[in-house]
């Protein structure tokens, strides 16, 4: 699974259309999120980090609610954007997320094992959580 990293506001009117996971590293103002929102039609998670999600205003939370775009704490953790605009999410922690699904684990201990071992925070854990239903 890639997370597509945006760093600035610029950045959103060249993005591909068809993103569907997005980290804004940068705080976003109501009009970058509307501007993303209208240039990736199909996006599905808006992933800002903690700091910034505290500023984001209950209106621009109701308009994504509307929209059905989940909007996440977290950070990309040791991305570097000059290498590569993507952040994958290994592989096999999306494996290791769909065993321990098969083996009946609940939901919470699933988030609880990956948020220690795969650097992903609970929100993003429970996104992949529900596309692999």
């Known amino acids: 699974m890639k997370i597509r990293v945006v760093s600035s506001r610029e950045e959103i009117n060249e993005l591909n259309p068809n993103e569907k996971v997005i980290h804004l590293a940068f705080r976003p103002s109501n009009k970058d999120i509307f501007n993303l929102v209208q240039t990736c039609t199909k996006v599905e998670v808006i992933q800002i980090p903690s700091s910034y999600r505290r500023t984001v205003s209950k209106s621009i939370e109701m308009f994504m609610q509307m929209q059905n775009i989940k909007l996440v704490e977290g950070d990309v953790w040791g991305h570097r954007k000059d290498i590569n605009e993507y952040y994958s999410i290994s592989p096999a922690?999306?494996?290791?997320?769909?065993?321990?699904?098969?083996?009946?684990?609940?939901?919470?201990?699933?988030?609880?094992?990956?948020?220690?071992?795969?650097?992903?925070?609970?929100?993003?854990?429970?996104?992949?959580?529900?596309?692999?239903?």
């Open 93 to 133: 922690i999306i494996e290791k997320i769909k065993e321990m699904k098969a083996d009946g684990r609940s939901d919470a201990e699933i988030a609880d094992k990956i948020e220690r071992e795969g650097k992903l925070n609970r929100e993003m854990i429970f996104y992949i959580l529900g596309k692999q239903k």
